[in-house]
């Protein structure tokens, strides 16, 4: 019988996505459009957030939920104005921290096709 190997695993566990999560907020930290819609004077509970959620949504451990409960993607993100314009932003630091992990194709397009969902739902606001 063989085990399964999530896809958190695959990719190299913890570290993976604390790099991508890491680069991804440096981007943000630098783009006035996006830098808006964090409230917070430090970026690093949101990363630390998104973190976690990312862990656990690959398969690693369920932190996330431990601490704030149900993901509710969606409502957690209705208090911000997310356009077409925020969302290719949000698209872009996240490519670039995708691009920088060097992630097998496969494990690659999986993650990309699950921002690029992701991300198309969060949008709250007409163009």
Known sequence: MTEQV??????GGEETFRRLVH???Q???EDPNLRALYPEEDLG???????????QYWGGPNTYSQ???HPRLRMRHVPF???EAEREAWLKHMRVAV???ELPEQLEKMLWDYFTMAARSMVNAPS
Do not use: H
């Open 81 to 83: 104005v997310i356009g």
């Open 6 to 11: 999530t896809f958190y695993e695959a990719a």
């Open 99 to 101: 691009d920088e992990l």
């Open 23 to 25: 680069r991804f907020y």
């Open 67 to 69: 601490r704030r409960g």
């Open 45 to 55: 509970p949101a990363e630390e957030r998104l973190r976690l959620f990312l862990i």
């Open 27 to 29: 981007g943000v930290a």
